[in-house]
């Protein structure tokens, strides 16, 4: 069986596309099939990808959002065999077409398709609460919460929960409610008070519906950002800086997940489906 991972948060720059690039790069260094498929019409995965970034220029290419229009199309024919993981590329030309559709079982329908050939797929989302956020909802076995120590970002993930749970659309709520989710700290200062509290106070959430907090806490590190630029996940890049020690541990934690049906966080364990 293969498992689906939907990274989401409703604020932006939390780093949900670094950990969805790191992690299925740890995941294939781990000798998974990893498929990740990008829903965020500003493209990012194949942005950060050297020499990918045609994808998203390209008003010709096979998008995830080309996909949703086309069913009859084989979406097997839109993954990239990339050198980290393969990939569905998003960009914006596809997505303006978008507008106006409301079926969150697209992407569910067009994973049912291709996961016989993956062992995890991970989904990245953009930073708003629309039809790819839904539909990534919907489609994934389990929903990782990414977020800084940002009162922003916080902010964003407790609205996210409280807004997911009283969904207008009630199946959605009973989805979202019913999903195992996992909440993942980025942009980590270990000595920073404030840091140190806010876990002590989040390491409970599972009381309040939000997740098990994992036991990883990726630190705040300018190599990141530049490696945004060469195009090469900080695992691969740096593989024994302290975030790519994080991102290594994470891949174990997925990897573990899908084998044994069981996320170990920092406290608390949640199931998922197991292979
Ligand atoms: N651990 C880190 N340390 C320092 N900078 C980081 C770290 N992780 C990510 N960044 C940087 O933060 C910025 C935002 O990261 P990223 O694009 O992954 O966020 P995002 O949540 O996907 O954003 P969006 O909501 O726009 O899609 C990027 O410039 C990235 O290089
Ligand atoms: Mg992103």
Same mark, same amino acid.
């Given at each position: 069986?293969?498992?689906?991972?939907?990274?989401?948060?409703?604020?932006?720059?939390?780093?949900?596309?670094?950990?969805?690039?790191?992690?299925?790069?740890?995941?294939?260094?781990?000798?998974?099939?990893?498929?990740?498929?990008?829903?965020?019409?500003?493209?990012?995965?194949?942005?950060?990808?050297?020499?990918?970034?045609?994808?998203?220029?390209?008003?010709?290419?096979?998008?995830?959002?080309?996909?949703?229009?086309?069913?009859?199309?084989?979406?097997?024919?839109?993954?990239?065999?990339?050198?980290?993981?393969?990939?569905?590329?998003?960009?914006?030309?596809?997505?303006?077409?978008?507008?106006?559709?409301?079926?969150?079982?697209?992407?569910?329908?067009?994973?049912?398709?291709?996961?016989?050939?993956?062992?995890?797929?991970?989904?990245?989302?953009?930073?708003?609460?629309?039809?790819?956020?839904?539909?990534?909802?919907?489609?994934?076995?389990?929903?990782?919460?990414?977020?800084?120590?940002?009162?922003?970002?916080?902010?964003?993930?407790?609205?996210?929960?409280?807004?997911?749970?009283?969904?207008?659309?009630?199946?959605?709520?009973?989805?979202?409610?019913?999903?195992?989710?996992?909440?993942?700290?980025?942009?980590?200062?270990?000595?920073?008070?404030?840091?140190?509290? *806010? !876990?002590?106070? +989040? /390491? %409970?959430?599972?009381?309040?519906?939000?997740? @098990?907090?994992?036991?990883? &806490?990726?630190?705040? *590190? !300018?190599?990141? +950002? /530049? %490696?945004?630029?060469?195009?090469?996940?900080? @695992?691969?890049?740096?593989? &024994?800086?302290?975030?790519?020690?994080?991102?290594?541990?994470?891949?174990?934690?997925?990897?573990?997940?899908?084998?044994?049906?069981?996320?170990?966080?920092?406290?608390?364990?949640?199931?998922?489906?197991?292979?």
């Amino acid at each position: 069986m293969t498992l689906v991972t939907a990274i989401i948060n409703f604020k932006g720059g939390v780093a949900k596309t670094t950990t969805t690039m790191n992690l299925g790069a740890g995941l294939r260094k781990l000798k998974e099939r990893v498929l990740i498929i990008d829903t965020d019409p500003q493209g990012n995965v194949a942005v950060n990808l050297q020499g990918s970034e045609e994808s998203v220029l390209n008003p010709q290419t096979l998008t995830i959002s080309a996909l949703y229009q086309r069913p009859d199309i084989d979406p097997n024919k839109a993954i990239i065999k990339g050198t980290y993981f393969d990939y569905i590329p998003n960009n914006l030309y596809a997505y303006q077409r978008t507008n106006g559709m409301s079926d969150y079982r697209l992407l569910k329908l067009i994973i049912d398709k291709v996961k016989h050939n993956y062992d995890q797929i991970i989904i990245d989302t953009p930073p708003y609460l629309g039809l790819d956020a839904i539909n990534a909802i919907y489609a994934a076995d389990t929903l990782m919460l990414v977020t800084d120590f940002s009162k922003a970002s916080l902010t964003g993930v407790q609205i996210l929960v409280s807004v997911l749970d009283k969904w207008h659309d009630k199946q959605i709520s009973s989805v979202f409610k019913n999903k195992p989710k996992t909440i993942l700290f980025t942009m980590h200062q270990k000595n920073t008070v404030l840091h140190r509290e *806010l !876990l002590e106070s +989040v /390491e %409970d959430s599972k009381a309040v519906g939000m997740g @098990i907090m994992l036991k990883e &806490r990726i630190p705040r *590190l !300018l190599k990141v +950002v /530049e %490696d945004g630029y060469s195009g090469v996940p900080t @695992i691969i890049s740096n593989p &024994r800086n302290k975030v790519a020690t994080e991102y290594k541990s994470l891949a174990e934690t997925w990897y573990y997940a899908r084998t044994t049906g069981k996320i170990t966080g920092s406290r608390y364990i949640v199931n998922v489906p197991k292979s």
